[in-house]
């Protein structure tokens, strides 16, 4: 119990020491009150025995007056003895100590008188006493009137020779008594005076003593709770302590608000912090898995594995409307307290940058292993050519979207916006497949079904073209990674070796003869593909100088003529060698700057030409016209139905033909600057396009290079 | 982005319409926008996306077609306040409907009501948006939704 008191021992001395202070004080103050008491009796008394002097003369004087008079002297010797026995009681009384009446006829008790001028004044007093008590005595014990007169007579004479000094002496003994008592009562204030300054003074020390020993000690736990606030205020993790009933406690680390989007946490219910953060079911096992570390039967390193919130996502609802997304790990350690789990301590930490750092490594290492594929499907490709493919890209997915944006709810009008895609489309994958792009030009084939699936749509709506969209996304954000490993390898092979022909050209430079080495390739694959046999020979296209607005249109036309000659016109060498040409097919395709300053593009090919009969054919499949009107259409007039949208010969659809988009492609883009366009062809023998553009075409059509903007 | 997923947003907005007296609403032809120029009308009700997609999806609509829709729905009052909140309960419906499609794993905010365009701080600027045009009676309004996996 004493041990218990500790640093309060030398307070609970202090007050007990007042206690008995004042205890003291006041017993003290009790027995000086009783003796003030009885000396009050005692003057008191000491003061009647000057009074009884008194009336003993004035009884021995009234008996005489009284002779004769049987009453009166009866009445005198009464009061006589009545004084005389008090007066001697009470003077035995003050000498030895003992009983006597006092004013109310009760027994009172008396205390020896000790004191020296009280002594010296009985002693004297029972000294004249003695006599006078005797003659008084004889007073009351005569008997017959001479008996009586003589007892009187000498009576009268000692007390005529005594009273005034038995008086004086019961003075003295009365102003002695009263002296006594004056002093006791001024040693009992002393006492009191003392008490109360005693108390004053333990008091002063508990007051200063203690006090500075209370602010010492209250300011060690404000300095020691500081410490513990500038702890819970700079720590990186969120602490906080959990209860029985998983409520969290009032004090937590300034961090905790800062990782839940400021979210006061005091007081709260553990799921009222993290419910509406994290998916019910976490929630529901981390609660199980807290109550389980509330049980010290359960070994909570055996159960740590199970921590449901080791590694969390949360996202926190923001101002804006958006969610800051963090991942939490959450630690949840056991506090005891002489052998009692208390609590659970739980300690958060903003894990995002690790996370996040993680997830960067493992989105760079996926993006490293996707850009290597990429590479491998574009490192063929000439890096000016393939600069050029993907500007054109660009530049068609921006021609698509402004499609995509006209709004309209005619079907005419919707049927021709498909249409407009697909031929852009479809020119993509034209230069794509050209270019040997692969990956470009399997998803155009994909569009392109897509398109053709809701051109077959008896009924189209504006939410129909939402797949279209999301494969114009799906584009452009392929497109966009094939141009940043384009031009990290164009700027590694220009800080490598700026001579090296493998660099990429500026937009104004002319491109070199190794540009148009795809139309060669295209040729030949083609060919494959058809299971045919032909030679590209290419004259002229490295020398014209054009800009590069003409090279892309070039480009267009050229591919869409060479694949138009090995898939229309060249036939397969069984067949040519039946008809005594080649087996292997010749297309010469020629660019030229004529004297006027036009542009000429010419492709030759040995073919067998267009086939008119084949196209009257497909019109007539087509039903737009009726049998009559189409048996007597000329030669000129089946030429013009191939630049018709979706007028095909090609009897499978395929990569390279069938989709029935080409040669209106060619012819809208020839109108688009200025162009002619001249057919020539003899059957079984040869087929010629030939366009021609004006010198001044490409200076005035200024495309919207802007790279990469859709909108 | 599939397709599937931008349908269920533009499904919230029919739905909205749905529950209107004039339930007759149409959606225009889908495109894309760049976010460093978003799309939007006089008010714009903005929900947060969090999950497996992260982004925003915004509901913005011209003063004349929401006031028209409140008169619609029967309410007198057309005050700004009044506009805001239908805005609001558009974007609401929108969340709502992506919330019963998508399940749990999507985590869908509270919509914020502004004026005019969202911020940039609702749009990663380097990345592209799907506008879906919408149009009740005479007006037009858009879906725009912004997704990232």
Known sequence: MWSAL?????????????????????????????????????????????????????????????????????????????????????????????????????TVVLKRVNSDAGRVAIDEAKIIWQPYSDAIAKVIAASGTAAMAQSLNSAIVIAGDKNLLLLKLMNDLTVNLEQVATHQATV?????????????????????????????????????????????????????????????????????????????????????????????????????????????????????????????EINIPDEDGGYITRHLSFEFSRVSKDGELKNVLVTVNDITEQVMLARELEET?????????????????????????????????????????????????????????????????GEASALELDNFAEYAHVFEDDIQALKQQSKLAGNDFLKLAVHLESLIRYTESIKELADKLASFAFNQDPSSSVRSPTNHENVTSSDWKHLTKLCENVSQRDKKQAQLVLTGFDEAKI?????????????????????????????????????????????????????????????????????????????????????????????????????????????????????DIIKKRIDQYQGKIKVSSSSGKHCQFTVTFPADAFAQNEIDTQQGKVA | MSEETLQVFIDGVINYFHHTSEKEVKVGSPYLIENNSPAAFDYTGIIGISGPYRGSVYFTAPKALLTHLLLAIGEKDTSMEYIMDLVGEVANTIAGNARSKFGQDFLISVPVVVEGAPSNIHLPKDLRSYVIPVYWRAYSSAVVICLEA
């Open chain 1, 547 to 663: 800009n590069d607005d003409a090279q892309k249109l070039v480009n267009e036309l050229s591919i869409q003529f060479i694949r138009n000659a090995v898939v229309h016109s060249i036939e397969h060498p069984e067949f040519r060698k039946a008809r005594g040409k080649h087996e292997t097919g010749r297309i010469d395709a020629r660019l030229s700057r004529l004297p006027t300053g036009e542009l000429e593009l010419s492709v030759h090919d040995d073919g067998c030409g267009i086939n008119y009969e084949k196209i009257r054919s497909k019109a007539l499949m087509i039903g737009k016209w009726d049998k009559a009107e189409v048996e007597k259409f000329t030669h000129q007039q089946l030429l013009s139905l191939i630049f018709l949208p979706g007028f095909s010969t090609a009897d499978n659809q395929n990569e390279d033909a069938g989709r029935g988009v080409g040669m």
């Open chain 1, 365 to 429: 290492k996926e993006k490293g292993e996707q850009q290597l594929e990429m590479l491998t499907s574009i490192l063929h490709a000439n890096p000016g050519v393939l600069k050029r493919f993907i500007q054109n890209a660009f530049d068609a997915y921006g021609r698509i979207n402004k499609i995509l944006k006209e709004q309209s709810k005619s079907p005419a009008v919707m049927q021709r916006k498909l249409n407009d895609i697909f031929i852009e489309v479809h020119n993509f994958k």
């Open chain 1, 6 to 106: 500790g640093k309060y021992k030398a307070i609970v001395v202090s007050i007990a020491l007042f206690l008995i202070l004042d205890a003291s004080v006041l017993s003290l103050n009790f027995f000086i009150s009783f003796k003030i008491a009885d000396d009050a009796v005692g003057v008191n008394l000491a003061g009647r025995q000057r009074m009884l002097t008194q009336r003993t003369v004035k009884s021995l004087y009234d008996l005489r007056l009284a002779e004769g008079d049987t009453v009166k002297q009866e009445t005198a010797l009464n009061e006589l003895k009545t004084t005389y026995n008090l007066f001697n009681t009470t003077l035995t009384a003050f000498d030895k100590g003992g009983e006597t009446k006092n004013a109310n006829g009760e």
């Open chain 1, 188 to 312: 009992l204030r002393y006492i009191q005076t003392g008490g109360i300054t005693l108390a004053i003074i333990n008091f002063l020390i508990i007051l200063f003593h203690f006090i500075g020993e209370l602010r010492q000690n209250d300011k060690f736990l404000e300095d020691a709770r500081k410490e513990t606030t500038d702890i819970l205020d700079t720590v990186n993790e969120g602490l906080f302590l959990l209860d029985k009933d998983l409520v969290i406690g009032e004090q937590q680390s300034s961090q905790l608000a800062e990782i839940f989007g400021g979210k006061d946490a005091r007081g709260l219910k553990f799921s009222d912090l993290i419910g509406d953060l994290v998916k019910p079911k976490d929630l529901e096992t981390a609660q199980r898995f807290v109550n389980l570390l509330f049980r010290p039967d359960v070994k909570g390193n055996l159960i740590s594995d199970l921590n449901p919130l080791n590694q969390v």
